[in-house]
């Protein structure tokens, strides 16, 4: 990469770190120190306020980076993403949204404790809470590895990891000092940059091609490699049975998954009240529906023009795939707007790393200190004392995020989200669901439904080719792949629904009618509700 290239990223880079920092300057100077605070933000964001930010939050490096680079690489395959991505909005908005913002105040655990033995219903609740968003912040990690690499040359594994270890402090500077309101405001200030980038390269992939869609797919196709075949089912999804039932499951995880991630959920107690929350998810998913519309021609436009062969050589797994596109756009390697276009999207890229991993490690480190340490408390103690827990927290999990993003930088950003999203769809959604519309619900079906789908979906990871037995593996050079899938979903959510029905039914414990009935009625009215 030229000089004027990483010149003009580290202005670029700088000015929008330069931005967020002065914003989580100025949220630790308006806190309170409240939990309420630290957490919610107060609960003071309007609808639309939230809804952008709602959308910064869940276009992730993944959306960007991972899901346009697997279309360039792998066409009609790659699609699953996006539409897997979009439709999970309406599960969210119609099963989840409302209810949870009545029924809980911070956390997924809130929700469940409401009518249960708080103690171990937090703890299990909170572990998958926190293995989830661990597991979330891998994929924005490894997206920040990449996209730097290449923006500033330092392709060595010594520039990756140096990158990694930035992201990591940034977002961990974020969290302890501004809290929610300080990753509310930078969620809105990156969704609102990431959605006018994405807007100027797809109009300038449209005027490339005179606005003909057909023309664009057809060429995509022919410097595939792969012919009619690059827009057709089947090219990374179809080879076998095996394959089949890899996209069946990846399907799965990503429609379910979205209702059990602990950022978003987390992101419905900001606002004042259900109706706000409801208009919230609206605004998101008009805001998210739109985005994923435009990284189709994004992905298509990257075959096209660059070529699936030269976003291999920069990277196997696709995550340059964008970059590379507005280089090209923009006039070239060597001309001045391709040098301004690529720098611009590459900040937006860091700018939507920067936003996720901030909202993803609040929402862990909500999690560790409001439902796992106050638990082992036996005792909630002053929210003084359970915030300062949550700052420490945060940076316990940035260190672990960051060695974890280390080991996994050679995968695709999509897929590991996927993974996420499985782990969430397994664990949280079942217990979530039970909880809100199961009356005969009881404790020990709530931990059973979220170990028995946190557990199996972990195990059925570390024995997958993601982790061995493959030359693309974490450990290729060892072989413990037992299981065929490499997306656990289709056996590890069944086994959490099923695991938290057995729970129930072999429990001696009487289900509290009078509870159910007051959490059916604050779910459904807010009465009663923080």
């Known amino acids: 990469m030229t000089d004027d290239h990483q010149t003009l990223a580290l202005l670029l880079f700088s000015a929008f770190i330069a931005v967020t920092l002065a914003i989580t300057t100025w949220a630790s100077r308006n806190r309170h120190g409240s939990a309420e605070e630290f957490y919610a933000g107060g609960r003071l964001f309007s609808p639309m306020e939230n809804g952008f930010a709602i959308a910064g939050d869940y276009m992730s490096a993944a959306s960007f980076l991972g899901v346009t680079g697997l279309i360039a690489l792998f066409g009609y395959d790659g699609l699953l993403y ?3 991505f979009l439709v999970a909005w309406l599960v969210v908005l119609f099963l989840v949204a409302e209810l949870v913002r009545n029924c809980g105040r911070f956390t997924l655990a809130d929700v ?3 009518r249960m033995s708080e103690r171990p219903v937090r703890i299990a609740a909170g572990t998958s809470s926190v293995t989830v968003s661990v597991l979330y912040l891998v994929a924005q990690m490894v997206g920040a590895g990449s996209l730097v690499a290449l923006l500033l040359g330092g392709t060595s594994p010594a520039a990756r990891a140096w990158t990694v270890i930035g992201v990591g402090a940034l977002m961990v500077i974020y969290v302890s000092l501004g809290g929610m309101r300080a990753t509310t405001w930078i969620q809105i200030v990156k969704a609102v940059l990431l959605l006018a980038g994405t807007v100027a390269l797809t109009v300038l992939v449209l005027v490339r091609f005179h606005g003909d869609f057909d023309r664009l797919l057809l060429t995509a196709a022919g410097r595939s490699g792969h012919g ?3 827009l057709a089912p089947g090219l990374a999804y179809g080879g076998d049975w095996t394959a089949r039932f890899d996209f069946i499951s990846l399907g799965l995880a990503l429609v379910l998954g979205t209702a059990g991630l602990p950022h978003i959920l987390s992101r419905f107690y900001t606002v004042p009240t259900a109706r ?10 008009g805001l998210i529906g739109g ?5 189709i021609v994004l992905g298509f436009g990257a075959a096209a023009i660059v070529g699936p062969e030269a976003i291999r050589g920069s990277n196997a797994a696709g995550n340059t795939a964008v970059p590379l596109l507005a280089l090209d756009l923009g006039g070239g ?19 939507t790393i920067l936003a996720v991993v901030a909202g993803i490690t609040l929402a862990s480190s909500a999690s560790v200190a409001h439902d796992l340490y106050a638990s082992l408390r036996r005792g909630r ?3 003084r004392s359970e915030v300062a827990v949550a700052r420490v927290a945060s940076v316990g999990i940035g260190v672990v995020a960051i060695g974890l993003g280390l080991l996994a930088r050679d995968l695709n950003v999509a897929f590991l989200v996927g993974l996420a999203f499985a782990v969430a769809a397994s664990a949280n959604l079942p217990v979530l669901l039970y909880s809100l519309f199961w009356r005969g619900f009881t404790t020990r079906g709530a931990v059973w439904a979220v170990y028995g789908g946190l557990i199996p979906a972990l195990v ?10 493959s030359p693309e593996s974490l450990f290729p050079g060892v072989d413990f792949q037992y299981f065929p899938l490499q997306n656990p979903g289709l056996v590890s959510i069944p086994l959490g629904f099923l695991a938290g029905w057995l729970g129930t039914v072999t429990s001696g414990e009487v289900p509290d009618e009078a509870k159910h009935a007051e959490t059916e009625v604050r779910s459904l009215t807010g009465a009663g509700a923080a």
């Open 82 to 84: 996006v539409v897997g």
């Open 112 to 114: 469940v404790a409401a």
């Open 228 to 230: 009619d075949a690059f």
């Open 276 to 285: 706000a929350a409801r208009r919230s998810a609206l605004w998101s998913i």
């Open 291 to 295: 985005f994923y519309l435009m990284t």
């Open 333 to 351: 390697a060597n001309s001045t707007g391709g040098t301004i276009l690529f720098a611009i999207v590459g900040a937006v890229a860091f700018a």
């Open 381 to 383: 103690g002053k929210p």
């Open 460 to 469: 059925l990871v570390v024995l997958s080719p993601v982790v061995s037995g």
